[in-house]
DNA sequence: CGAGTAATTGAACCCGCTCAACTATCGTGG
DNA sequence: CCACGATAGTTGAGCGGGTTCAATTACTCG
C-alpha cells in the first residue's frame, strides 16, 4: 500500500535533447555552452543553498545528492536524495527552498532557468510531462508525511530500504547504501544512533545482511513490506 | 524562515470561468450538468477514499476537508486542510492516493478527469499554473517533512497556528479552527492529548488565548514566528 | 600502518505517548 | 427550561521508544 517507487515519469524527460531537437540553444545567447553545461561536483560539495537566488535548472546525469531544509539551530530534515536522470529545481521559485549538496561525486547538466521557462511555453506537452513528475514528487512527499508523522523507527528503515532497492531495480536483492548514518537519520527523522541499531536489529532478525556498512541485502522481502506498510505487527 | 504561507496560486485557477469561456462545456457531453456540477457534503461525510478510482477533479467552493493517509492498523497521517479555492486531485492519478472527508459542511465543484485532461492539452498556460501550484503543494510538503521529522511539540503548534492565520488573512489576530483537536493531532503527528496541553502552555505563556476551543487568538505574533522556525530557545 | 572519520554499542534520561478520569459543550426530547 | 446523553476537550500519572551522551570498534585513505 504504502510502497514508495521512486517514479521514473522525471526520467524520461529529455532536457539535452529538447535543448538540441528545438534548436533553442542557439537562439538564447551566444554562449551555447551554458546551455545543458555539463558540471561536476565531488562529494560533499554544495550545488546551491536554501535561499540562494534560483539561476539554473539542473538535471543529474550520475551520482546521488542530498537535498535539505535545516532550522537554524543545525537540525535538518533531507527532503530527497535525488539521483540519476532526475530534474532539480523544477520548482521554477524564485529562491531555492533546499540546500543541495553532493553526497558521492556527482555530474549533472544545468540549464538556465530563463531558457527552462521559455522552453516550457514552447514545446507543447512539455508543461503536461513536467506536471506529472512535480505529482510524483507530491505523491512522495504525502508518503514521507506519514512515514515522519506515524511510523516506527523499524517501518522507517524498512520503508528507506525499500525505496533504495526500488531506484536499483525493482528485484534487486544487494542494495547499495551511498549516503551516510547521519544523512539516513536526517530523511527519516531518526537520529544516526537509532538508525544502527535498527540496521542491527532487523540483522539480528534475520530481514537483511550487512555485508559492510554502505551495502545490504534484502534477506526477507515480505517481511520488509510489511514492516514499511506498518503491518509489522499484525497477525 | 519556515513561514508555511499557503499560496494562493491555486485559488487564481477559475476553472468554472475556463469551462465556460471555453465553450468545452457542451462539447463533452451532453449532461452539461457533470460539467462543474457542484456538490456539497455536511461535516464527516467521505468525498473519495485513498485507492478509489479518481474519476474527477474538484475545486472546494466553501468549508474544509481533511485528506489523509492511513496505515493497516488506522495510523493516520493528515496531509492537507483544503478550503476555499483549493483543487483537489490535482495529482491526476489513475487512483485516489489519499481519502478525502468533510470537515465541516463543503460546497464544491466537480469536473470529470477526462474534461480536465483535455483542458490542459487544450488551454495554452493552464499546464503552467498548474505546475505552479503543484509546486507551491510540494514546497508545502517539505516544509510539513521538516515539521514532522525535527520540530519539537510545541514548534509544531506554533508553526499550524501561523499557517491557520495566513490562510484567513495574514493580519488576522482572531483564527476559527475548524477541525477537532485529533485531526490537528494526525496532522502534525502527535496525539490529541500533546495538542491540548501544548495549547495549555501557550496560553499560560500569554502566547495565545482560548476563548473557546474553536477560536484562537494570536497574543505574541513574533514569539510564535520564532517558535515556528525552530529559534524560540535561542538567545 | 597509523590517523582520522564513520559506525556501532552501552547506559541513563526525557519528551511525548498511553491509559484513565474528569469537565465542558451541544443537541434533543420530555 | 432543564435533564440527559453523547461527544469533544482537558488534565493527571506513569511509562517507554527514541534520544543523548559517552566509549569502543571498524573503515578508509594517506
Avoid at 529529455?14 to 555539463?38: K, S
Amino acid at each position: 500500500m504504502q510502497v514508495q517507487a521512486i517514479s521514473n515519469v522525471a526520467a524520461k524527460i529529455d532536457l539535452a535533447g529538447l535543448a538540441a531537437c528545438q534548436g533553442l540553444a542557439h537562439r538564447t545567447r551566444p554562449q551555447v555552452a551554458a546551455i545543458g553545461y555539463v558540471q561536476t561536483l565531488d562529494a560533499g560539495e554544495t550545488l546551491f543553498a536554501e535561499g540562494d537566488a534560483a539561476a539554473n535548472v539542473y538535471q543529474v546525469i550520475s551520482g546521488t545528492l542530498r537535498l535539505y531544509k535545516a532550522l537554524p539551530d543545525g537540525r535538518r530534515q533531507i527532503v530527497d536524495f535525488p539521483s540519476a536522470e532526475q530534474v532539480l529545481g523544477l520548482s521554477l521559485a524564485d529562491q531555492h527552498v533546499y540546500t543541495a549538496e553532493a553526497i558521492t561525486e556527482v555530474t549533472l547538466r544545468r540549464y538556465p532557468r530563463a531558457w527552462f521557462e521559455r522552453l516550457i511555453a514552447e514545446v507543447p506537452g512539455l508543461a503536461g510531462r513536467l506536471l506529472a513528475a512535480a505529482r510524483d514528487e507530491l505523491r512522495a512527499a504525502q508518503d514521507q508525511m506519514l512515514l515522519l508523522g506515524r511510523k516506527t523507527a523499524e517501518e522507517r528503515i524498512a520503508s528507506f530500504l525499500l525505496m533504495l532497492a526500488g531506484r536499483s531495480g525493482a528485484l534487486a536483492q544487494r542494495v547499495a547504501v551511498p549516503m551516510s548514518r547521519s544523512d539516513i537519520a536526517d530523511y527519516l527523522g531518526l537520529t544516526m544512533e537509532t538508525v544502527s541499531r535498527m540496521f542491527a536489529k532487523m540483522k539480528q532478525d534475520g530481514v537483511i545482511a550487512l555485508p559492510s556498512p554502505v551495502r545490504v541485502e534484502l534477506r526477507d522481502r515480505a517481511r520488509l513490506a510489511d514492516l514499511a506498510a506498518g503491518a509489522g505487527a499484525m497477525h
